[in-house]
C-alpha cells in the first residue's frame, strides 16, 4: 500500500486529550505514522486533499447481525416474540451460503458507507463461513461467529436446532479458519444467542474456549422483561447473577442490551469489566425499553454503540444511533447529560476498548490501524461551520451522506462515495433475488 | 410550466384509502392532473422518468422557525432557559436584515433536500420582511410571521422587546404585505411566542384578527414544565384553560409541543379541533419530555410534525422526525403502536389538515397542488425492495441523501440533488460570514 498523506483535514482525533488539529496524517502500509505535524523525509505514494474536510477515525459498532439484513422492512411494527417467531427465525432457518453471503455484502455495504470500520456481529446457526468470505472481500473489519443455541425451545424451525457437541464444534471450525485472517483484520467470538437458547455446558464450554484463545464471547442479555422472567425460571437466578454464577463474567464478555438490570446485575457488570452495548434504535423499535447508559457510564463500564439487525432498526447507521444516544437519555437525565462529545467517544475508541482493540483502534494515533473516515459537512444541513463546535456537528447535524472516503486497514474501500470493494448494483440484484428465494422457502 | 409527466413511478398517494399504485402522474402548471392512469390526449412539455423510483406527496412541517437555523450547533447539551438567555434570545437579538435572510435561506435549503415543500415557520420580533424574501426567491410553500412578545421579562433582550401596539401593527403590516404572495404560496400566521411573553390584550386582538383574516395563530404551548408553572402563576389557570377562556383555542390555532397537559386540557383541544405539532427532535434534546400523541390521536386531535429550530435538534430533516416518531412512543405504548404508515401520513395529509390546507396539499390527487418528491430507495440502505413494504422503507430505512427531485407548486426547486432556487455555495459562504457577525455584535 505504500505512503499515503491525508492533507490539511481537521482532524477530530479522539485521543484520551480530546485533540483537534488541522493538519496531515500519515499512513505507511496499514499503519498511522503522523498526525497534525509535517515529515519532510516522508514521500507519499498518494495524497489526499482534504482541506475543508473533517477525518474521523472510523466508527466501531458492537453489536450487528448481519445475516438479517435481508430481512429488513419486513418486521416491522410488531412485538417481540411475534417477530421472532413469525419472521427472524423462519428467515434465518430458510438462508443458504448465497443468502448470507448477500446478507452480509448488503449490510457491510450499509455500513462503509455511513462510516462504521470495525463490527461485533453475530450470525445464523449455519452458512456462517458464507458471511467471512462476504467479511473478507469487502475489506472490513470484523468480530464474528456463528449463533449458538442447543436449548432448542418448540417455537424454533429445525433447522435452527442443533446440539451441544455440534454447536461447539462448528464454532471451533469457523474459529481456526477465520480468526486471524489478514492481519487479524478478522477475528473469531463465540455467540451464545442468550442463556434461554443455551445450555449450561454450552456456556460453560464456552468460557473455557474463549479463554484458552484469547477471544471475546457475544451475546444478548436483559434486552426483554420476558427474556429476563424465562431466565429465572429456568435458572432460579437473575439472568447477569447467572452468567456470573457460570463464570462468563468478565472483560471477553460483551453483552447487547442490558436494559433490565437490578443493582446487583450493574455491579457485577462493574467488578468483572465485562462490556456492554447500546442499541438505542432497536431498543426504541422493538419496545424493549431505553438502558441506564449515563449510570453505566458514571461506574466505568465500557459502552460501545451498535445498530443490531436491519429488522429491528432498520438502519446499520451509526450517525443515527448517535442521536438517538445523545437524545434518548435527556428527558430522564436532563439536557446536559450524553452530551455530543461522550456519545462521539462511545462511537469510536469506547467501542474499540469494548472488543479489547483500544491500541489498535478507535482514535487517531500515531502507530494506530489507519481505520479513518472522511466527512465532507459543507452542507446546508451541517452549517454554519464558523467557529461550531465539531463534536455537535457530527452527532448532531451530520450523517452517513456526509461520509466521502473511508479507510480500514489502510486500503480504500469507499472513495467520492464509490465503494471500491463492493459492486452494489450487482449486490442490490442479487439480494431482491435472494430474499424472493427465502420467501418462497418460508411459504 | 405547461405539461409535466412523471413517468412509471411507485407512487404513494397518501390518499384517504391508502392507495399504492405503480404509474404516471401529470402536472398541468401547479396542478395534479392524472395519477396511475394515462391519458392519449395529454401532451407534456417535460417528461421524467421515474422507473424503480417512488414518488410522495412533499413532506409539511408544521413547527420551524428559519430564524434559527444560524445557530446551529451552538447551544447543545444545555437546559432550557440557559439556552434561550445565554443563546437564542442574544443571538435573535443580534440579527440583521440579512443574516435572517440567510438563516431563512440556509434553512429552506435543507428543508428542500430533504423532501419538505410547506413550511409553518415562526420568525424573530424584527427583520420578518426579509425571511419572507427568502421564502419567496426559494419557491418553498410557507406560511409565517414574525414572532410577538409584548410582555417583556428582565432577561430579554432590549433588541426583542416591543409593545403590544408595535408588535400588532408590525403583525398587520407584514400580513398585507405577504400573505396570498404567489397564488398563495405565501400566507401570513400571527405568532404569540408563548402566553408567557405575551399580554392578554395581545391575545385577544389577535385572536380577532386572525377570525378577521382567516389566518392561523402559531405559537408554543406546554413544551416545558417550568412554563406551564409561570402561566399558572401569571393565569391562576393551566395553559390551555387560559387559552380556551380567551376565546383562542379554534381550528386556526396551531399549538407546538403539548408535552404537559392534563385531561381537561386535552378534552379542549379536542372539543375546539385546535392542531398540535408534535417535535420529538426538539423534545428530546431539550430534555421537555414525550408529548402523549397516540391518545391525541386517537381522540381524533390532528396532529403534525415540526423539527423546531435547528440549535434545538439540529436538523430540519422530516426522516428524522418521522423516524424519532414511529420510534419513541413504543417504549411506553408498545411496538405496534405509531406503525409507518400513521406515522407517515403526520408528515404529509396530517400536515396538511394542521394547516387547515388538506384541500389542496399532502396527498397525490387530482386536483391538488403539485408539490411531489422523487425518492431513490434503490440504495444499500433502503434495500431489498422485493415485495418490502413501502412505508416502512420510506419511514424507518430512507433518509435525505435519497430525495433527488422535488416539485413545489409546479416548478422543479431541486433536480438530481441539484437545487434550482439557491445557490448552494454562496449560501454557505455568506451564512459563515453572517453568523460570525452576529457573534461580534453579542460578544
Given at each position: 500500500m505504500g505512503n499515503t498523506v491525508i492533507r490539511d483535514a481537521n482532524i477530530v482525533t479522539m485521543d484520551a486529550a480530546g485533540?483537534?488539529?488541522?493538519?496531515?496524517?500519515?499512513?505507511?502500509?496499514?499503519?498511522?505514522?503522523?498526525?497534525?505535524?509535517?515529515?519532510?523525509?516522508?514521500?507519499?505514494?498518494?495524497?489526499?486533499?482534504?482541506?475543508?474536510?473533517?477525518?474521523?477515525?472510523?466508527?466501531?459498532?458492537?453489536?450487528?447481525?448481519?445475516?438479517?439484513?435481508?430481512?429488513?422492512?419486513?418486521?416491522?411494527?410488531?412485538?417481540?416474540?411475534?417477530?421472532?417467531?413469525?419472521?427472524?427465525?423462519?428467515?434465518?432457518?430458510?438462508?443458504?451460503?448465497?443468502?448470507?453471503?448477500?446478507?452480509?455484502?448488503?449490510?457491510?455495504?450499509?455500513?462503509?458507507?455511513?462510516?462504521?470500520?470495525?463490527?461485533?456481529?453475530?450470525?445464523?446457526v449455519n452458512h456462517t463461513d458464507a458471511a467471512f468470505r462476504a467479511m473478507a472481500q469487502s475489506?472490513?473489519?470484523?468480530?464474528?461467529?456463528?449463533?449458538?443455541?442447543?436449548?432448542?425451545?418448540?417455537?424454533?424451525?429445525?433447522?435452527?436446532?442443533?446440539?451441544?457437541?455440534?454447536?461447539?464444534?462448528?464454532?471451533?471450525?469457523?474459529?481456526?479458519?477465520?480468526?486471524?485472517?489478514?492481519?487479524?483484520?478478522?477475528?473469531?467470538?463465540?455467540?451464545?444467542?442468550?442463556?434461554?437458547?443455551?445450555?449450561?455446558?454450552?456456556?460453560i464450554t464456552v468460557r473455557d474456549l474463549a479463554e484458552q484463545h484469547k477471544i471475546l464471547i457475544h451475546t444478548h442479555a436483559s434486552e426483554n422483561k420476558g427474556e429476563i422472567e424465562l431466565v429465572e425460571k429456568q435458572t432460579g437466578m437473575r439472568n447477569i447473577v447467572y452468567l456470573d454464577h457460570l463464570g462468563l463474567t468478565s472483560p471477553r464478555l460483551v453483552l447487547a442490551h442490558s436494559i433490565w438490570l437490578d443493582d446487583t446485575e450493574r455491579t457485577i457488570i462493574q467488578r468483572t469489566g465485562t462490556k456492554v452495548t447500546h442499541c438505542p434504535g432497536s431498543n426504541l423499535k422493538l419496545a424493549s425499553g431505553i438502558a441506564a447508559v449515563p449510570a453505566l457510564l458514571s461506574n466505568g463500564v465500557q459502552v460501545g454503540l451498535g445498530a443490531d439487525g436491519a429488522p429491528c432498526n432498520n438502519n446499520l447507521d451509526m450517525f443515527q444511533e448517535m442521536r438517538l444516544t445523545a437524545m434518548i437519555h435527556k428527558v430522564q437525565h436532563g439536557p446536559t447529560s450524553m452530551n455530543a462529545r461522550t456519545v462521539l467517544r462511545m462511537a469510536t475508541i469506547g467501542g474499540a476498548e469494548v472488543l479489547g482493540l483500544e491500541r489498535e483502534i478507535g482514535s487517531i494515533e500515531v502507530g494506530k490501524k489507519a481505520d479513518l473516515i472522511l466527512l465532507d459537512l459543507n452542507k446546508f444541513h451541517a452549517f454554519p461551520s464558523y467557529e461550531a463546535d465539531l463534536y455537535s456537528?457530527?452527532?448532531?447535524?451530520?450523517?452517513?451522506?456526509?461520509?466521502?472516503?473511508?479507510?480500514?486497514?489502510?486500503?480504500?474501500?469507499?472513495?467520492?462515495?464509490?465503494?471500491?470493494?463492493?459492486d452494489e448494483a450487482a449486490v442490490l440484484s442479487d439480494a431482491d433475488a435472494a430474499i424472493s428465494r427465502l420467501l418462497g422457502r418460508m411459504a
Open positions: 485533540t483537534i488539529v488541522r493538519g496531515d496524517v500519515r499512513i505507511t502500509d496499514d499503519r498511522i505514522v503522523g498526525v497534525g505535524d509535517e515529515e519532510e523525509h516522508f514521500v507519499p505514494d498518494q495524497v489526499v486533499e482534504a482541506r475543508g474536510r473533517v477525518l474521523l477515525p472510523g466508527f466501531i459498532q458492537t453489536h450487528i447481525h448481519l445475516c438479517q439484513t435481508l430481512f429488513r422492512s419486513r418486521a416491522d411494527d410488531m412485538e417481540l416474540m411475534d417477530w421472532l417467531r413469525t419472521r427472524i427465525w423462519p428467515l434465518e432457518a430458510a438462508h443458504d451460503d448465497e443468502s448470507v453471503y448477500l446478507s452480509a455484502l448488503l449490510g457491510i455495504g450499509e455500513l462503509i458507507q455511513s462510516g462504521t470500520t470495525t463490527l461485533l456481529d453475530m450470525e445464523t475489506g472490513i473489519r470484523a468480530i464474528s461467529g456463528k449463533v449458538m443455541m442447543d436449548r432448542a425451545g418448540e417455537d424454533i424451525p429445525s433447522a435452527l436446532q442443533e446440539n451441544t457437541d455440534r454447536s461447539l464444534a462448528d464454532s471451533v471450525a469457523l474459529l481456526e479458519k477465520w480468526h486471524g485472517y489478514d492481519g487479524g483484520r478478522l477475528q473469531y467470538a463465540f455467540c451464545p444467542r442468550f442463556v434461554v437458547s443455551c445450555t449450561e455446558r454450552l456456556l456537528r457530527i452527532v448532531y447535524a451530520a450523517g452517513r451522506g456526509d461520509v466521502d472516503t473511508v479507510w480500514i486497514d489502510g486500503h480504500v474501500v469507499m472513495r467520492g462515495r464509490v465503494m471500491t470493494t463492493i
